[in-house]
């Protein structure tokens, strides 16, 4: 007669019967065997329930906090979040703070900044024209370091905002601790396509206004030829017409994609901290070639390519956040 035994498991104790290893609380039975015969679909649909539920068992993500930095006559608006190591992640051209933090949320031992650049935002007023700059925008986010007392930190950001960040790294070194670049959209000179663009919509916005301005841009080549590509970059450039300062902030159309972060890409090789550059294909204003020269030109950069907004924008934020968290934890 076999002897079948089982002790509490409140106590931590386990099952030994018929066939039974003696390792499962409670018993998975098959006949005779154990629950280490388990079906491999069973094990993969537990393990990802249990993903699953660790995932939805996260924290929510920390709410950003809003203040306003004053310098050089300008009211600078910034939003930080969450604590540890600063990472400044600056939006692109037309957008605001918002870009950034909605497309990355920092994980713990992070500090994630970024504020609304000139002619951008809340930052306001707009301020003198020749300083509507990237140099300027690169000297802003310095003068903000300065005043939240940070010493050194991670600096980034998203087109324009990765051209801010590449000129404050070349410029101030001793200020960098690693360097994000996100779907770059500037080399070692302006990009005669996108100069083309912005022109256009910032004459039409001055002779016309936003509403009828837009109107006159979708029924132009220019974005007839955006729309046939990638229907997430037509959304983007339509989006200048769209902002309640777009008037008023037109300076940063005609001024910005005329200029460079740096002139000289002998410079990109004198950087010495990690790099991490991402890009994707199908668009007609970041091209990826972009990302791949600045990749090979950077001493160390590492490469990824996104999946394109056009193709999936949940799969463009879910890529940058993997990536920018991996690189971000890994090095700091």
């Not at 950034?100 to 949320?105: E, I, K, P």
């Amino acid at each position: 007669m076999e002897r079948t035994s089982r002790t509490s498991r409140r106590a931590g104790a386990f099952w030994i019967g018929p066939g039974c290893c003696g390792f499962c609380a409670p018993p998975v039975m098959t006949g005779r065997s154990c629950c280490r015969s388990l079906a491999e679909e069973e094990v993969k649909t537990s393990a990802a329930f249990l993903s699953q539920q660790l995932k939805n068992s996260e924290a929510p993500p920390p709410a950003p906090v809003s203040a306003v930095f004053p310098h050089d006559g300008i009211n600078f608006y910034y939003q930080t979040a969450g604590r540890g190591v600063p990472f400044f992640f600056q939006h692109g051209l037309g957008a605001d703070v918002t870009q950034s933090f909605g497309l990355f949320r920092p994980p713990g031992g992070i500090r994630l900044i970024g504020f609304d650049c000139r002619a951008h935002g809340r930052t306001h007023p707009v301020g003198p024209s020749e300083k509507v700059s990237l140099a300027s925008f690169a000297d802003d986010l310095l003068a903000l370091m300065d005043h939240l007392q940070v010493e050194k930190a991670v600096v980034g950001g998203i087109s324009m905002g990765a051209a801010v960040a590449l000129n404050f790294a070349l410029r101030h070194p001793q200020r960098v601790l690693g360097l994000v670049l996100h779907r770059p959209a500037w080399l070692d000179a302006p990009r005669r396509d996108n100069v083309v663009v912005f022109t256009a919509m910032a004459d039409l916005l001055r002779e016309h206004g936003a509403e009828r301005g837009l109107e006159l841009f979708k029924q132009s080549e220019i974005y007839q030829r955006a729309l046939a590509r990638s229907t997430a970059s037509a959304a983007s450039l339509a989006s200048q017409f769209m902002h309640p300062r777009a008037q008023e902030t037109v300076v940063r159309l005609e001024k910005i994609p005329l200029d460079a972060p740096g002139a000289d890409r002998r410079q990109w090789r004198a950087l010495a901290v990690p790099t991490l550059v991402m890009a994707n294909d199908d668009d007609v204003i970041h091209p990826l070639e972009y990302g791949v020269t600045l990749a090979r030109e950077i001493p160390g950069a590492e490469f990824k390519e996104l999946t394109p907004k056009a193709v999936s924008v949940d799969l463009h934020q879910e890529e940058t956040q993997r990536f920018l968290e991996a690189f971000l934890l890994r090095h700091f």
